[in-house]
């Protein structure tokens, strides 16, 4: 079945830390790929986007995901984290041939000072 | 550039009304789709216009549920006969002709069926 999935429910990280959430997606083609954050009372806003070319892709915010054809992954990351990255995180997709956006459950992250 | 906007951002009704939400997108955005999110889940597609037409709608759009985009901007979404189990979070996004798959989000109505 076509699907995104998120395999990390729940991850601490200490403030200055490195963070990195994973993203695997079970597609026939590769879809476009997306990171979204979404703040407590707020919209989901589009952190950064993989249509092709580089896998290494930058986004906004310091964050960086690098793309795996291989291992269908999606991965975001960012060298150190500070409070202010505290949210949840949802990856989607969208097909090649389509516009709506499918996304994963989400992962929700938590900063320690 | 205002962003996309959504009204009411709370609404709690009884079981039973009719609720309607509203969504105003970026203003040269052509497409406008509608999501709804419930606790601890990704959001899931429900509609999606380009311009006035309504050019899908997911299965889980059942038939109490109506989306309309009259002319092109403002989009409206109602519920009739509201149950419990429609108790969630509906986004609205938009997108523009330039990068159509670039969605950018409102900060969602938050329905509340008592």
């Known amino acids: 079945a076509q699907s995104v999935t998120q395999p990390d429910i729940h991850i601490t990280v200490s403030e200055g830390a490195s963070l990195e959430l994973r993203c695997n997606y079970s597609?026939?083609?590769?879809?476009?790929l997306f990171w979204y954050v979404q703040s407590p009372g707020q919209g989901l806003q589009l952190l950064l986007k993989y249509f092709s070319g580089d896998t290494l892709v930058q986004g906004i915010k310091g964050f960086e995901a690098e793309f795996k054809r291989s291992q269908s992954s999606f991965n975001l990351r960012k060298p150190s984290v500070h409070w202010s990255d505290a949210a949840e995180y949802f990856c989607a997709v969208v097909l090649t041939n389509d516009y709506k956006l499918s996304f994963g459950a989400g992962t929700t992250v938590t900063v320690r000072a | 550039d205002t962003g996309v906007s959504q009204n009411p951002r709370h609404k709690i009704t009884k079981r039973g009304q009719n609720v309607t939400f509203r969504c105003d997108p970026i203003s040269e955005h052509n497409r406008l789709y509608w999501y709804r999110q419930t606790l601890g889940q990704g959001p899931e597609f429900l509609t999606y216009f380009q311009n006035e037409a309504q050019l899908e709608k997911s299965r889980l759009l059942s038939d109490r549920f109506s989306a309309e985009r009259p002319k092109g901007s403002f989009s409206t979404l109602e519920i009739q006969r509201t149950e419990q189990g429609d108790s969630a979070m509906y986004l609205c996004?938009?997108?523009?002709?330039?990068?159509?798959?670039?969605?950018?989000f409102g900060p969602g109505t938050r329905l509340l069926v008592l």
């Open positions: 996004a938009s997108s523009g002709p330039r990068t159509p798959r670039d969605q950018y």
């Open positions: 597609y026939g083609a590769t879809p476009y």
